[in-house]
């Protein structure tokens, strides 16, 4: 093997790092358009308005709103999850492990659709109105392996001799727990969480049947894009979108440098 | 002092401490108490609503007054298979998914081939960083994008007009199946936005098998006189299967599900996500919904098995 890629190598692997941004690109110069009616390109204009107009609005502010709030408790829930199984899992071996493993991934290797209307169906027997607790429930589900992926990993590197010596020297469970294996995994644990809330904070496919009339950000911005009526506002909100689930991936990914790679292949 | 007598010197142990002494002794019940919260959670509430979702396939509607009448019975199920259109349905997601899958593991292996090769350092935490972002950066948006970009007056028309290249589009848009009045509502077009969206799915896995290929193997392969072509059709390739596999899942199962593309690009032929979501919705014939969604359960799971057996579980 040579030390320098080909050049069919390294042309067909830019080309497809292109192709990944290019349309990100295109979003971040609509947002700036003055054009407000088609999708004209090149743009005729650029402008800042449409930053202020959007920020006016009070529907985007309040799904916002009830988007942070489902990314963050379904998170919580996920980390206190996703721990215990990866607690249990990284270092046992026991009758049904592999069953464990196929029904933390079933949530994300089923269709998002099927876990939708599957919890759809429970949350109509069980005689529950669609809220912003069926909504938490639902990302909860989906967001317990991320947490897992990233945590079992970082256990799997911490050596059982650390927990050993800390009983040897005296060390009760809790203090095990809190001086010993929370210092350990605690980087990979906020990286999990990171991941996690950036998930629920995008996630519209299972939102859209267990959300009832709640409108999230994603459920405002997918009413947007089956009927456009606000397509600068759209562009700009767009825009906000990558931002918000940006900036958690960054972080994330500073967090887990040095170490293991960041497990967020399997979003 | 009140002092127990078996232990003089010792405080009384408190809870967490004997708790500890118990977990050490009795290592199962550790493992119990760790597994039941998430497993109750996971294993009741979500497999839960997979078999209620699957007795709902059982139920059917009654004619009349569009009321779920709760017997079981195969009559919904059957329609899957009687009703042509609904043949038709399964037939083109099912023909969609497999497309998009290909589609993603040829543009995928040689970016995954470069990250593990060559790219070292910086450039390939840098790498990383640019098929991470767009894999995790909103779904939505990422349609969106398409949008704009296969608009009438969008780029994409903008693009081939400028280049005085309009006769190919309309030549490509003028085939049979994959064609359409223009790109935005072809299935060309779908096509597009699903490889688009689905592609850093299949990116990181190739990466991660290429990333294990012990690199010994390939020094061994060429002392024993392969050349460069054979080290990677017979060494390289065949290691990279299960990182292809384990990619495949994502992009397969994301795009037998998908409701949201084919609604907003493409050809108006129905796909199994837009039946499922339009009868639970609109229609509000529920039992026709969770018998359609038993479609991609059925084919994920025998998919699933298929490439557990080329090692995708492990490359996961």
């Not at chain 1, 492990?97 to 998002?112: E, S």
């Not at chain 1, 939708?116 to 392996?145: D, M, N, Q, W, Y």
């Not at chain 2, 609503?49 to 079981?72: A, C, M, R, V």
């Not at chain 2, 329609?79 to 099912?94: E, K, Y």
Request: some cysteine; overall charge positive; proline content about 6%.
């Amino acid at each position: 093997m040579t030390a320098r890629a080909s050049l069919g190598l390294r042309l067909a692997s830019s080309a497809g790092l292109v192709f990944l941004h290019f349309p990100l690109f295109i979003i971040f110069l609509y947002a700036f358009t003055t054009e407000d009616r088609t999708y004209q390109f090149p743009p005729p204009g650029l402008t800042l308005k449409w930053f202020g107009i959007a920020a006016a609005r009070a529907d985007i502010w309040s799904a916002l709103f009830l988007s942070v709030q489902v990314a963050l408790a379904a998170t919580a829930i996920a980390m206190l999850l996703g721990v215990l199984v990866a607690a249990a899992m990284y270092r046992a071996k026991f009758w049904g492990r592999d069953a464990v493993t196929l029904v933390l991934i079933l949530p994300i290797a089923l269709p998002g659709i099927v876990t939708g209307i599957a919890l759809l169906t429970t949350i109509k027997r069980a005689g529950l109105e669609p809220s912003l607790l069926t909504i938490v429930l639902g990302h909860a589900t989906f967001c317990i392996v991320t947490v897992y992926n990233n945590v079992v990993a970082r256990f799997r590197r911490m050596s059982a001799s650390q927990l050993e010596a800390s009983a040897d020297l005296g060390a009760d469970g809790w203090q095990t727990f809190r001086f010993v294996v929370l210092p350990n995994i605690a980087t990979a644990l906020l990286a999990g969480a990171m991941l996690s809330f950036a998930l629920s904070f995008d996630e519209v496919i299972v939102t859209t049947f267990t959300a009832g009339k709640e409108q999230t950000l994603p459920i405002w911005f997918l009413s947007e894009l089956f009927r456009p009526r606000d397509r600068p506002i759209t562009n700009v909100v767009a825009i906000f979108v990558i931002a918000v689930t940006t900036i958690p991936i960054l972080l994330a990914q500073r967090l887990t440098a040095g170490g293991d790679d960041l497990h967020g292949g399997g979003k | 002092m009140n002092q127990s007598t078996s232990q003089p010197n010792l405080p009384r142990p408190n809870f967490w401490r004997r708790a500890s002494s118990l977990l050490y002794e009795k290592p199962w019940l550790g493992l119990v108490l760790l597994l039941a919260p998430p497993l109750l959670w996971l294993g009741v509430f979500y497999l839960g609503s997979l078999l209620n979702l699957l007795f709902y396939s059982f139920y059917s509607i009654d004619d009349f007054s569009g009321q779920i009448k709760y017997d079981l019975g195969f009559s919904t199920l059957a329609q899957l298979f009687t009703s042509s259109s609904n043949v038709d349905i399964v037939t083109r997601t099912l023909s969609m998914s497999i497309a998009v899958t290909i589609a993603c593991a040829v543009i995928a292996f040689p970016i995954g081939y470069f990250m593990a090769f060559y790219a070292k350092g910086r450039t390939k935490a840098i790498w990383y960083l640019l098929v991470l972002l767009p894999l995790w950066s909103s779904y939505l948006v990422r349609v969106y994008a398409w949008r704009l970009i296969l608009a009438r007056e969008g780029v994409a028309s903008w693009f081939f007009d400028t280049l005085g290249l309009r006769p190919v589009l309309d030549g490509i848009l003028s085939l049979p199946v994959i064609g359409g009045p223009s790109l935005s509502s072809s299935y060309l077009g779908m096509f597009l936005v699903f490889t688009y969206v689905w592609l850093p799915y299949m990116i990181l896995p190739i990466q991660a098998a290429l990333e294990r290929v012990p690199k010994n193997l390939i020094q061994a392969s060429s002392d024993l006189g392969a050349r460069p072509a054979q080290t990677f059709w017979r060494i390289i390739l065949p290691l990279a299967v299960p990182g292809v596999a384990a990619g495949s899942i994502f992009t397969f199962s994301l795009t037998l599900g998908d409701y949201i593309i084919p609604g907003v690009v493409g050809a108006p032929g129905f796909f199994i996500g837009q039946v499922v979501y339009t009868q639970q919705g609109a229609v509000g014939n529920l039992p026709l919904a969770a018998a359609f969604s038993v479609v991609p359960i059925v084919i994920i799971t025998g998919y699933l098995m298929f490439v557990k057996r080329l090692g995708a579980f492990n490359a996961l």
